[in-house]
């Protein structure tokens, strides 16, 4: 069974350019979700979509969004990127919308803002 | 009160050693504990989930849980170098904010197994 998949791994931008991240979910799972991890912090909650629906949102600001798309893919856009956004961007999943069951990550998307 | 605490590290331990990493937690309500590994570099790996009270043992690891002391640990016997990560520890925490449950995770422990 494959497991969860991110593209790309690497992602190069400039201050105030614009990121899309993209997710492809376990087989079966319909619960996506983003979390940051900048150098010597911990897994921050970013967003949470299930059946296409944001769900829940962590403490960032509106110009981190998402969505998810029917076949529960899911991606991720960073408008406005400023510095302070490098930072190891990893997607999970998730049965459903149970939010007790286990998460699996996919490898991450390193995005470095220069 | 910080929501999931863990020690920082780093923890060192000789080969073959039991390795204890704790953690604590400061929703009462929560339902779900997840211990997962992250070496350098790498995303986080799942490698134990408990939900009830007492021990579960997978392999070489042991997670504990006591709900009323909010208080699970995770417990690696004859620990090898490979085993040298960092050890996240994941509970199922009320945000308040939206009002729903949501996977909170500690800052790990750093855990290093000395040959």
């Known amino acids: 069974e494959a497991g969860v998949t991110q593209s790309p791994t690497h992602l190069i931008k400039t201050r105030g350019q614009q990121a899309t991240l993209r997710c492809s979910p376990i087989s079966g799972h319909t619960s996506v979700y983003w979390y940051q991890q900048a150098l010597g912090l911990g897994l921050q909650f970013l967003l949470w979509y299930d059946e296409g629906e944001e769900r829940n949102r962590g403490n960032f600001p509106p110009r981190f969004s998402g969505r998810q798309f029917p076949n529960y893919s899911s991606e991720l856009n960073v408008n406005a990127l400023e510095l302070e956004d490098s930072a190891l961007y990893l997607c999970?999943?998730?049965?459903?919308?149970?939010?007790?069951?286990?998460?699996?990550f996919g490898p991450g998307t390193r995005l470095t803002v220069t | 009160q910080k929501e999931v605490e863990q020690n920082s590290g780093p923890l060192s331990v000789p080969e073959g050693a039991i390795a204890s990493l704790n953690c604590t937690y400061s929703d009462r309500g929560s339902q779900s504990f997840f211990w997962y590994r992250q070496y350098s570099g790498k995303s986080p790996e799942l490698i134990m989930s408990?939900?009830?009270?007492g021990d579960k043992e997978d392999g070489r690891f042991t997670a504990q849980l006591n709900k009323a002391s909010q208080y699970v640990s995770l417990l690696i016997r004859d620990s090898q170098p490979s085993d040298s990560a960092t050890y996240l520890c994941a509970v199922n925490i009320l945000t308040s904010g939206a009002g729903s449950y949501q996977l909170t995770f500690g800052k790990g422990t750093k855990l290093s197994v000395i040959p």
């Open positions: 999970a999943s998730s049965p459903d919308e149970w939010t007790g069951y286990e998460q699996y």
């Open positions: 408990i939900y009830s009270n």
